[in-house]
């Protein structure tokens, strides 16, 4: 699914990648740990297409992306790649379900078929009554879960969190960190998230450490 070979990244003359080799499975729920400054954030970035590599070469289910010109890696971030933050980044002025429908009408879907994939997910994630509400009419782990429903309505072939429960209380943190495993088995999706959590962190496939830009360890639960 995800191929990471040799991935190098500096900020003047700060080296924050040191020549990361990672593969990731397909269904995989990875977990990427580390101290403040171990370049985890960098490292998520670069895979998502945010930002380029100094060097190396990431494949991502099937697509060299540094072969791709700038027109075709945004199609290819929106359509198979989903993001979800440590705060939501809901916009305020449209509704749980226009925002959910917005990356769909970004990749062309019609609004017909937009509302309905939005519907759906904020169906199974259980927001379907609050769908028509503001964030600000919505609960921290509401806005939370409405943010993972963006990030899957086009159904991405993986979904990046950088510290996604950052900023819940343990009732939601727990609600959010289940909710990424039922995705998985619903949708077969690809997780791949930062945190700072060791219960998340815990329960996760495989964890995934870094120190100094480089990859310290990798743990797999039995």
Do not use: W, Y
């Not at 954030?41 to 070469?57: A, C, F, R």
């Not at 759906?120 to 782990?141: I, T, W, Y």
């Not at 996604?164 to 209380?169: H, K, M, Q, T, V």
């Amino acid at each position: 699914m995800i191929d990471i070979k040799g991935i190098t990244k500096s900020f003047g003359q700060l080296q924050v990648l040191k020549g990361i080799d990672l593969h990731i499975e397909k269904g995989e729920v990875v977990s990427i740990v580390g101290p403040s400054g171990a370049g985890k954030t960098t490292l998520l970035q670069i895979i998502g297409t945010l930002d380029k590599p100094d060097s190396g070469e990431i494949i991502i289910d099937g697509t060299d992306v540094g072969k791709l010109s700038s027109k075709k890696l945004s199609e290819f971030r929106n359509k198979r790649v989903g993001f979800v933050f440590q705060f939501h980044q809901l916009l305020p002025e449209f509704t749980a379900l226009e925002n959910v429908m917005i990356p769909a009408f970004i990749a062309g879907a019609s609004k017909g078929e937009a509302k309905q994939r939005a519907m759906e997910l904020l169906d199974f994630m259980g927001l379907s009554e609050r769908a028509g509400h503001k964030p600000s009419e919505l609960s921290g782990g509401e806005k939370q879960r409405v943010a993972v429903a963006r990030a899957l309505v086009n159904r991405p072939a993986v979904v990046l969190a950088d510290e996604p429960s950052g900023s819940l209380d343990s009732k939601n943190k727990a609600e959010l960190h289940q909710l990424f495993f039922d995705l998985r088995d619903k949708t077969g999706q690809t997780f791949v998230i930062v945190t700072h959590d060791e219960s998340l962190a815990k329960i996760t496939d495989r964890t995934i450490k870094m120190r100094d830009g480089m990859l310290e360890m990798e743990n797999v639960l039995e």
